[in-house]
């Protein structure tokens, strides 16, 4: 089993940036993708970045491309998510995710990954 915990999500100003950041505990070795998701009420799931188990690998959504980045630590049971020029419609709440299954590419699908954080909200304020 695989535990996730997020944190650094806060109340900000539009323009403004945050660092969000997820360790994994547990079975870490049989992490591969780790990734992050958002949700708003009354909305499904929706894919932010993700990174592979090689740290470099990475996918961002197109949503929000230029503004925000994934990283991962090269101990590999910690990924942040840089964002960067917020505006109010990133307002969410930020989950954290990790896959246990070895893909070529992170997967973008929400029911690829295997566990889930609590997650951290995110709110911007215009």
């Known amino acids: 089993q695989v535990q996730l915990v997020e944190s650094g999500g806060e109340l900000v100003q539009a323009g403004d940036s945050l660092k969000l950041s997820c360790i994994a505990s547990?079975?870490?070795?049989?992490?591969?993708?780790m990734a992050w998701f958002r949700q708003t009420p009354g909305k499904d799931r929706e894919f932010v970045a993700a990174v592979g188990r090689d740290i470099v690998t990475t996918r961002i959504a197109d949503s929000v491309k230029g503004r925000f980045a994934i990283f991962r630590t090269y101990a590999r049971n910690m990924a942040y998510l840089q964002m960067n020029n917020l505006a109010p419609e990133d307002t969410a709440l930020y989950y954290c995710a990790a896959d246990s299954d070895l893909t070529t590419a992170p997967p973008f699908q929400a029911n690829e990954y295997d566990y889930w954080g609590q997650g951290t909200q995110v709110a911007v304020s215009s």
């Open positions: 547990g079975r870490t070795d049989t992490v591969y993708a």
